[in-house]
């Protein structure tokens, strides 16, 4: 498989409840990125975690990294009908330059 | 908020053509990238620009290609000679500082679609 795989590839919830989604990556990275990408536009940087990081919030959002397993997973907490989307991670390979390299993306639906 | 923004938002092109896609990063950003999305697949890098010369390509980025920061505000990517298989959303990027570690901002992209 390729760098940066997200299952599932799509997941659909009712609103408050929570979405996980998770990115499987396969070379060594110095960052992991998730960013979310509405139908039609372009990709919001949601949050950054490192490579020497194991956790990180921001609002409703949970990030966990396993750089043993190579493995990210994303948490939405008391999802709304807006957090409809599709989820990108994205790594930042080390010794790779900036350049991110995606994975295939969930998509989230959030049903009233 | 400060945004990326990206020009024209839909460009029709004849194969064989010549295209250019322009993109203001935010202003105090030092890092630039094109990346291509077709429909269905994976966000692909294509180039990264610094110091106003190119720091990384992909394989994607062949002679085909180039980049320009014609002005301190714009910058554009150029396609030579387009195919059929060009036709993809293009998106530009932009990081604050050089080095890692920095989220990347992105445009809503230019739907370029060659007949």
């Known amino acids: 498989s390729q760098q940066g795989e997200e299952d599932p590839q799509a997941l659909s919830i009712q609103e408050g409840e929570n979405a996980t989604m998770n990115c499987s990556y396969k070379t060594s990275i110095n960052n992991l990125q998730w960013y979310r990408q509405n139908s039609g536009r372009g990709l919001v940087h949601l949050i950054l975690?490192?490579?020497?990081?194991r956790e990180k919030h921001s609002g409703r959002l949970r990030v966990t990294l396993d750089t043993s397993k190579k493995s990210s997973s994303l948490l939405i907490t008391a999802s709304r009908a807006a957090d409809t989307a599709s989820y990108f991670c994205a790594t930042d390979a080390a010794g790779g330059g900036n350049k991110l390299t995606f994975g295939t993306g969930t998509q989230l639906k959030v049903e009233l | 908020e400060p945004e990326v923004t990206q020009t024209p938002s839909h460009q029709v092109t004849q194969m064989g053509q010549e295209v250019i896609l322009r993109c203001v990063p935010i202003?105090?950003?030092?890092?630039f990238y094109w990346y291509r999305q077709i429909l269905g697949q994976k966000v692909e890098f294509l180039v990264s620009f610094y110091n106003n010369e190119i720091s990384e390509k992909s394989e994607i980025f062949d002679d085909q290609f180039s980049v320009e920061r014609p002005d301190g505000s714009n910058f554009t990517l150029k396609i030579r000679s387009t195919k059929l298989e060009d036709s993809a959303m293009y998106f530009c990027?932009?990081?604050?500082?050089?080095?890692?570690?920095?989220?990347?901002?992105f445009g809503d992209g230019t739907r370029l679609s060659i007949l």
């Open positions: 990027a932009s990081s604050p500082r050089a080095g890692g570690n920095q989220p990347q901002h």
């Open positions: 202003s105090n950003h030092l890092y």
């Open positions: 975690i490192r490579s020497n990081e």
